[in-house]
T-cell receptor
Framework: AQTVTQSQPEMSVQEAETVTLSCTYD???????LFWYKQPPSRQMILVIR??????QNATENRFSVNFQKAAKSFSLKISDSQLGDTAMYFC??????????????FGGGTRLMVKP | EPEVTQTPSHQVTQMGQEVILRCVPI?????FYWYRQILGQKVEFLVS????????KSEIFDDQFSVERPDGSNFTLKIRSTKLEDSAMYFC???????????FGDGTRLSIL
């Protein structure tokens, strides 16, 4: 079974600064995907970024980028130029690649990020 | 942009009653999921559904739970006889499968009294 660990329950950052959220995972799989989801106070789960394990290049999505270290089983999220709207709970999630459709997500416990003006 | 919609946003039910949570997945998605999040805890997988059958389920998804796609658009989660510990936020998600990301609805907050 896979496990996902987010070691920072809460973090804060000043507006316009950069913050990095940590995530580690444990798996014996070689083919898998990793995701970061954002859950603002409105509670909707919003996809932030996706990384394929077979790709060495780190995924980037505008102000969001990841540092994917496959050997270390680490998948951190960097938010540059933080904005007030980035205030949310951030979840790291693991998906193993199966041949059937049951590609369940395994979530970490979340990091609550507060962006301060 | 198409989105997953869930109804109701909040459901209050007496313990022992049946409850049905409804979801309309994104129209060209083929894979459907239910997750739950007990207050203050992790998001947990319940079940995945493809080609009109369950493809994977967790140990949480016991005989009290069932899922159904009654028509071409809705995907429902039924809890037959609710317990206090079923109180949680329930999220529906859908995807195109493979490594494609799952898109989540806004959730239904289920409160069991």
């Amino acid at each position: 079974a896979q496990t996902v660990t987010q070691s920072q329950p809460e973090m804060s950052v000043q507006e316009a600064e950069t913050v990095t959220l940590s995530c580690t995972y444990d798996t014996s799989e070689n083919n898998y995907y990793l995701f970061w989801y954002k859950q603002p106070p409105s509670r909707q789960m919003i996809l932030v970024i996706r990384q394929e394990a077979y790709k060495q290049q780190n995924a980037t999505e505008n102000r969001f980028s990841v540092n994917f270290q496959k050997a270390a089983k680490s998948f951190s999220l960097k938010i540059s130029d933080s904005q007030l709207g980035d205030t949310a709970m951030y979840f790291c999630a693991f998906m193993k690649l199966l041949n059937n459709a049951g590609n369940m997500l395994t979530f970490g416990g979340g990091t609550r990020l507060m962006v301060k003006p | 942009e198409p989105e997953v919609t869930q109804t109701p946003s909040h459901q209050v039910t007496q313990m022992g009653q049946e409850v049905i949570l409804r979801c309309v997945p994104i129209s060209n998605h083929l894979y459907f999921y239910w997750y739950r999040q007990i207050l203050g805890q992790k998001v947990e997988f319940l079940v995945s559904f493809y080609n009109n059958e369950i493809s994977e389920k967790s140990e949480i998804f016991d005989d009290q739970f069932s899922v159904e796609r009654p028509d071409g658009s809705n995907f429902t989660l039924k809890i037959r006889s609710t317990k206090l510990e079923d109180s949680a936020m329930y999220f529906c998600a859908s995807s195109r499968g493979g490594g494609q990301p799952q898109h989540f609805g806004d959730g239904t907050r289920l409160s069991i009294l």
